[in-house]
T-cell receptor, first 115, second 112 residues
Framework: EADIYQTPRYLVIGTGKKITLECSQT?????MYWYQQDPGMELHLIHY???????EKGDLSSESTVSRIRTEHFPLTLESARPSHTSQYLC??????????????FGSGTQLSVL | DAKTTQPNSMESNEEEPVHLPCNHS???????IHWYRQLPSQGPEYVIH???SNVNNRMASLAIAEDRKSSTLILHRATLRDAAVYYC?????????????FGTGTRLTIIP
């Protein structure tokens, strides 16, 4: 079973607030990802990391930032939230041996609503 | 980039087999085919993946065409809990920088 956790599950905040979405995994996986998904739409990769001190931008441009100070932790931060940031944010991890085994484990997601 | 094409939606009766098709005509020789599913209000979960040979696991079977331009996910006996969006994804070989790009998937409805 996957052990990857996201908090909070739901977040409603006002415009201009700084927020951090938490993501932790206990599997010791090197590679971690953040995807963004609007209702009924596809997932878009916004950030990923190969390991500690590694962060990369994904396929979809995002105003959010990420950090990877510890293997198990990959938080996502929005410095000033706007209504356009309203979406579901999904965190995932994989073992990163490279090649064929990009088997992702996903958290349950954070549904963010910015008023 | 190689892409996949899936029907937007499918319906199936409970306790019957389900065949979910996927076309990937631009697949290259080293690209793996992955399937994930997303249950309502949850993150996606891994179902199965393969390269050339058909694959079986406890969740499903993956049948890959001989020319690899299409594949089919087979749920042998659908239950109501299998109602989900199923994503067919190509893992593009990229020297350790492989990423999975999700499309819109197939929304599977199970009829009791």
């Amino acid at each position: 079973e996957a052990d990857i956790y996201q908090t909070p599950r739901y977040l409603v905040i006002g415009t201009g607030k700084k927020i951090t979405l938490e993501c932790s995994q206990t599997m010791g996986h090197d590679k971690m990802y953040w995807y963004q998904q609007d209702p009924g739409m596809e997932l878009h990769l916004i950030h990923y990391s190969y390991g500690v001190n590694s962060t990369e931008k994904g396929d979809l441009s995002s105003e959010s930032t990420v950090s990877r100070i510890r293997t198990e932790h990959f938080p996502l931060t929005l410095e000033s939230a706007r209504p356009s940031h309203t979406s579901q944010y999904l965190c995932a991890s994989s073992e990163y041996p490279g090649g064929s085994n990009e088997k992702l484990f996903f958290g349950s997601g954070t549904q963010l609503s910015v008023l | 980039d190689a892409k996949t094409t899936q029907p937007n939606s499918m319906e199936s009766n409970e306790e019957e087999p389900v065949h979910l098709p996927c076309n990937h005509s631009t697949i290259s020789g080293t690209d793996y085919i992955h399937w994930y599913r997303q249950l309502p209000s949850q993150g996606p979960e891994y179902v199965i993946h393969g390269l050339t040979s058909n694959v079986n696991n406890r969740m499903a079977s993956l049948a890959i065409a001989e020319d690899r331009k299409s594949s089919t996910l087979i749920l042998h006996r659908a239950t109501l809990r299998d109602a989900a969006v199923y994503y067919c994804i190509l893992e593009i070989s990229n020297f350790g920088n492989e990423k999975l790009t999700f499309g819109t998937g197939t929304r599977l409805t199970i009829i009791p």
